[in-house]
């Protein structure tokens, strides 16, 4: 009996110490923008208790922090890992650059699903989210609705407007994902079905949202070419819906309209004079990535794959099709065309294991060796490999990154997904933002280049994002909050991840903490899983 009471108290006296980590010595900068301070941040649950002097310093965990800097948790405000975070939760390529949060939704978002359309038992986007964290992730997520999955839900992939029944439908599906918990509403207009949307369509969807204080986000209809129209466009979807609005990956792509940017910039300052709350995100490369169906015309997938595959085998549409991919201007945004070259186009991944040997081969050269004209080798590639083809294209100017990474209201995305670089991840080749977009941004922009002053940097990755997000109790380090906090040595951080090398993680990010547990130790995964689903201003108990 004396061993069970002796036991039991010590289990109390320990249950009643006031920290279960403490973090001391390090530089800390809290996300609010302000400057370094050296205080300690007292970590208890899954909350931050304490940030300041600690006298007594007693803990489970106790870290020095000498030298390295403290921070809250990154946030990835666009990125493609729901499905990879299924098959593998631990989020390896963003946990290792202290990415805490991501944000998934540009056009597609988990859920909802038709049952009669898509073969899946989760059908509303709350359903998916939480099977994500009761099966295990490293890292928190949140969700905007995909305005491309509710034209799915009630459409499909035919090149036509809702009928007013549908119409009703896709806005009731809008109500109940921000009782869930989303975000807004994300689009991501140059690929089709999304394409065939109007402005009239988007701002009926974002209306509702936007009764729930939600955001509307966009992958614009043009980054190129009809860049300055795009940027008209979702100003007047957030003017007339009411809606706060965010630019995704905002560039001016292609050099034929590097000189756009600053145009844009004054119609984004413009309407933010006038009252409108118009915000963008950015990741930190010239070059970027989507499929090669970028190259071709929204039309020919109209019906879905089976009938675009169709007439990409057809040799009198091929004709048609080539014809309008050589065109200099266009009333789509023609990716072969903002690349200026071929060369500029770099083949990433294949699903067809015959045409691995392409990987990392860029689409001038794969023509040239053909004999025949770029374009028609992107429709021979796409047939080949019976579907799209994941790609990077080079379009952005260094100075224009810079300049962008300078705006008040610019926060961070990797538009990429979260893997580890092991197993078949391996078979292909990805951007290399998937490994290095927040180190680099600390390593090369912050550290080496100065483009930013590390307070700046550290509030734009958290609490900016958070506060653009209006996602409560996360994105800066104060009492009350959650305890999502990031370790890196300044001197350290840096991506490593090249275009040709780009499974390679980067360095310099020694611990993370995700709802106040340790995620990773001194660079290692610990195998924690505590990530859970955040929820947006919407969302009804």
């Not at 369509?201 to 129209?229: P, W």
């Not at 050269?365 to 799209?388: M, W």
């Not at 009350?480 to 040709?500: H, N, Q, R």
């Not at 390679?504 to 195998?527: C, I, P, R």
Request: charged letters at 25%; glycine letters at 10%; aromatic letters at 10%.
């Amino acid at each position: 009996m004396r061993y069970i009471y002796f036991f039991t108290l010590a289990l109390f006296v320990f249950s009643c110490t006031p920290y279960d980590t403490i973090i001391t010595n390090g530089k800390v900068y809290d996300g609010t923008g302000g400057g370094m301070q050296t205080v300690d941040i007292g970590i208890k649950n899954d909350r931050i208790k304490t940030v300041g002097v600690i006298e007594k310093k007693k803990a489970e965990n106790i870290i020095d922090a000498e030298g390295k800097v403290v921070s809250p948790g990154f946030i990835n405000n666009l990125s493609w890992a729901a499905y990879p975070l299924e098959l593998d939760g631990r989020s390896m390529s963003d946990i290792k650059q202290g990415v805490t949060l991501e944000i998934f939704g540009e056009g597609s978002s988990p859920g909802p699903y038709n049952s009669e359309k898509v073969k899946h038992t989760r059908f509303s986007l709350g359903q998916n989210m939480d099977y994500l964290v009761e099966k295990g992730i490293s890292t928190n997520i949140a969700s905007f609705i995909g305005a491309t999955t509710l034209r799915l839900h009630q459409i499909g992939s035919d090149d036509r407007p809702p009928t007013p029944e549908e119409l009703k439908k896709m806005q009731e599906l809008v109500k109940e994902g921000m009782e869930e918990g989303a975000l807004g509403i994300g689009s991501s207009l140059i690929y089709p079905p999304a394409f065939f949307a109007s402005t009239e369509e988007l701002i009926a969807l974002s209306k509702i949202a936007g009764e729930y204080n939600g955001t509307y986000i966009s992958h614009m209809r043009s980054e190129g070419d009809k860049l300055k129209e795009a940027v008209e466009e979702l100003i007047t979807i957030a003017k007339e819906a009411n809606i706060d609005a965010e630019i995704y990956h905002l560039k001016a792509a292609g050099e034929r309209n590097w000189d756009k940017l600053d145009e844009v910039l004054e119609l984004i300052e413009k309407a933010q004079e006038s009252g409108l709350n118009i915000t963008a995100n950015m990741y930190n490369y010239t070059g970027a990535s989507t499929g090669l169906d970028a190259c071709l015309p929204p039309w020919t997938q109209d019906g879905g794959k089976e009938k675009w595959l169709a007439r990409l085998n057809d040799p009198e549409t091929k004709k048609e099709i080539i014809a309008e991919m050589q065109q200099s201007e266009n009333e789509w945004e023609n990716f072969l065309q903002l690349a200026g070259d071929p060369k500029n186009i770099l083949l990433l991944g294949f699903d067809k294991d015959s045409l691995s040997y392409l990987n990392g081969k860029n689409l001038g050269e794969v023509a040239k060796a053909r004999g025949i004209s770029p374009a028609e080798t992107v429709i021979d590639l796409i047939v080949a490999n019976n579907g799209d083809i994941s790609t990077a294209y080079f379009l952005m100017s260094e100075e224009n990154v810079k300049k962008q990474l300078k705006l008040p209201y610019i926060t961070f995305c990797s538009d990429a997904r979260s893997i580890a670089s092991e197993g078949d991840n391996l078979k292909y080749m990805t951007h290399p933002r998937t490994y290095g977009n927040f180190a680099r941004l600390l390593g090369k922009y912050v550290r080496e280049e100065k483009v930013l002053r590390m307070e700046e940097a550290i509030y734009k990755l958290s609490g900016l994002s958070a506060e653009k997000l209006k996602i409560v109790e996360r994105g800066k380090l104060l009492e009350g909050y959650f305890a999502d906090v990031v370790i890196f040595d300044p001197e350290k951080i840096i991506d490593t991840a090249t275009f040709t090398e780009p499974h390679q993680y980067a360095e310099g990010v020694e611990y993370v903490f995700v709802n106040g547990t340790l995620v990773l130790e001194n660079g290692k995964h610990t195998g924690a899983t505590p990530g859970k689903f955040v929820k947006g201003p919407g969302f009804k108990k």
